[in-house]
């Protein structure tokens, strides 16, 4: 893996992140890692985070009689950690989410499941009145270690051109 950095003082780098607008290329694939193995408390913590009282993501005994014989992982949990592993390929140096469309989940996740992700980038546009700007679409794909895919959805990223990222604050950069 190469890492860009650039020099903010003698001696001293710090590491550049994120794409610009001219970076994604349509039909590119980014293979998003590390992956995540999804423990009880991730699922436990998000379920009263979110107050979703469905018994099937933390009552062991309902979950057993269930279709599935055993507690779900909750999806929009699956979906955050599969959006967040993306960031840094594709929303490092975003200025917005524009939205996100045609979620599916067509497998179950359970705990002590390890999940990846890509994401293919399905289209480009320079923005119509943001000149420095431009959109960005990917398709994204969670995947089970072995190979199960069980959520796709497609996003769309507003993300700088070249030159025109938001810097860090100067306090931040230790000047």
Do not use: C
Not at 122 to 149: F, H
Request: glycine share 8%.
């Amino acid at each position: 893996m190469v890492v860009e950095s650039r020099r903010i003082g003698p001696n001293r780098y710090r590491e550049v992140a994120g794409r610009d607008y001219e970076d994604f290329e349509i039909g590119d694939v980014y293979e998003h890692r590390p992956g995540r193995t999804i423990t009880e408390s991730d699922n436990s913590w998000f379920t009263l985070l979110t107050m979703n009282t469905h018994p099937l993501h933390f009552d062991a005994a309902f979950a057993a009689h269930s279709e599935f014989g055993k507690q779900l992982v909750v999806s929009s949990l699956t979906l955050s950690m599969v959006v967040g592993m993306s960031v840094s390929d594709v929303s490092q140096k975003a200025i917005a989410n524009i939205g996100w469309t045609d979620i599916q989940m067509p497998a179950p996740v359970f705990v002590g499941d390890t999940i990846y992700a890509e994401s293919e980038v399905i289209a480009k546009r320079e923005s119509k009145s943001r000149p420095t700007q431009g959109l960005v679409t990917v398709k994204t794909t969670g995947k089970k270690a072995d190979g199960t895919v069980f959520m796709t959805f497609e996003r769309t990223v507003l993300v700088p051109k070249r030159g025109h990222a938001v810097d860090e604050p100067a306090a931040w950069q230790g000047e």
